[in-house]
């Protein structure tokens, strides 16, 4: 059983299998292993500066003649969000007392302060680089949009938000485009836009993601967006979870964790240990690090957050306080404090592999399940 869909023709791929757009950890190395294996490599860029980003591009494009990706955030879904307590001190006002609970957190901990260049890794940019745009600016995104114009590449993947203003300018580069969603509202918006390929990404997954449960939201997504095509994601970390999602009416996967634990992976030794080392519980959804909902691994800090007396602030306030406590802890190769985000499929991942078996293991699963499936009914 051959696992071609129309999501193969649609990027000209072998396989329906898409590697996540992952800040830290989709890198050009690990992109372009993905397109060499016959899957579509997306380089998680959304913390690139412009600049950066055209690096990446053009080190992706160095390294595979396939196809690949770009994904990154969009202004409008990381616009400032509004704080709870509408009486209340604005989040600024906050920060000070805030900094004291992240000082006293790293003093319990024996955390030392981060060097510039282990913020600089933290928070995925070059230490090096000339100042552009302020990161998560207006401005920012849309440089980076610029760039992914200019450099016409073969996939746009909106991370968050909807990419309706730029398909005109993508249409005519002959760029494809994509949309994460995580409500059947937000699909059948990105729908209107005219977008190629819809993701549905459930609470499973890791990072950012929906408080619909995956199993629940592909096929509602599928339902509401007219034939576009959908990948469906979160939780998706072996070739049956890939099968699943197209039982239920995807047509191949955006799988995220699963490719953590790869030798090209972006992020550190230690935190690929941490995805080897964990099982479905060790994953919570927690406001500790970004100020949105992610799922992370469980640790000490999104435990603080659970047991202190602060409530997380909003993006893009509560990065200021988490980021040099993650530096920190990830200088000091501190898997308790800073294991990075990971979706509940991290169970099934048993050790660090290269890229291309991974995927040719979701590949040879799903096909094996799909078998299986068949000879059932
Ligand atoms: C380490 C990590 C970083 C992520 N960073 C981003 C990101 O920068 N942009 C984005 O659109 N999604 C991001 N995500 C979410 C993924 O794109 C994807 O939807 C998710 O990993 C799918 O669930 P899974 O991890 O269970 O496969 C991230 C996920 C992880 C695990």
Redesign the pocket.
């Known amino acids: 059983m051959s696992l071609r869909t129309r999501i193969c023709d649609i990027f000209e791929i072998e396989y329906p299998i898409a590697l996540?757009?992952?800040?830290?950890?989709?890198t050009p190395a690990l992109a372009a292993a993905v397109s060499n294996a016959g899957g579509l490599g997306?380089l998680?860029?959304?913390?690139c500066s412009p600049e950066m980003l055209r690096r990446w591009i053009r080190e992706v494009r160095e390294l595979t003649d396939k196809p690949f990706g770009v994904?990154?955030?969009l202004p409008a879904s990381v616009r400032r969000e509004t704080f709870k307590q509408a009486d209340g001190p604005s989040p600024a006002e906050l920060i000070p007392e805030y900094q004291k609970f992240a000082a006293e957190f790293m003093e319990v901990e024996k955390l030392t302060k981060a060097s510039m260049q282990e913020m600089a890794r933290e928070v995925g940019i070059d230490p090096n680089e000339k100042s552009g745009p302020p990161m998560f600016s207006k401005e920012f995104f849309n440089a980076q949009m610029d760039v992914i114009v200019e450099e016409r590449v073969p996939v746009y993947?909106?991370?968050?938000g909807n990419p309706g203003p730029w398909m005109d300018r993508f249409r005519k580069n002959g760029t494809k485009v994509m949309a994460?969603v995580g409500a059947v509202r937000h699909a059948r918006q990105v729908a209107a836009s005219g977008i190629d390929v819809i993701?549905a990404?459930?609470h499973?997954?890791?990072?950012?993601?929906s408080p619909v449960g995956?199993m629940a939201l592909i096929p509602q997504v599928v339902d509401a967006v007219g034939g576009i095509a959908v990948l469906g994601?979160?939780?998706?970390?072996d070739g049956r979870?890939v099968a699943a999602a197209m039982m239920l009416g995807a047509e191949g996967?955006?799988?995220?964790?699963?490719?953590?634990a790869t030798e090209e992976a972006g992020?550190l030794d230690f935190q690929k240990q941490a995805i080897v080392d964990s099982n479905e519980e060790n994953t919570t959804v927690s406001r500790s690090v970004t100020g949105k909902p992610?799922?992370v691994i469980k640790s000490k800090w999104s435990q603080a957050w659970v047991d202190g007396p602060l409530e997380p602030l909003p993006m893009p306030f509560q990065p200021m306080i988490a980021m040099p406590v993650l530096a920190a802890a990830s200088a000091a190769k501190r898997g308790d404090i800073a294991p990075?985000?990971?979706?509940?499929?991290?169970g099934m991942i048993d050790a660090v592999r290269p890229a291309k078996d991974v995927l040719a293991s979701l590949v040879a699963g799903a096909e094996k399940a799909l078998e299986g499936a068949a000879r059932k009914t």
């Open positions: 996540a757009g992952m800040g830290g950890a989709s997306i998680g860029a959304a913390a994904d990154t955030l993947a909106a991370g968050l994460v993701v990404q459930g499973d997954g890791g990072g950012h993601n995956t994601a979160g939780g998706i970390s979870g996967a955006w799988v995220g964790s699963a490719f953590l992020i992610a799922r990075g985000f990971a979706g509940q499929g991290i």
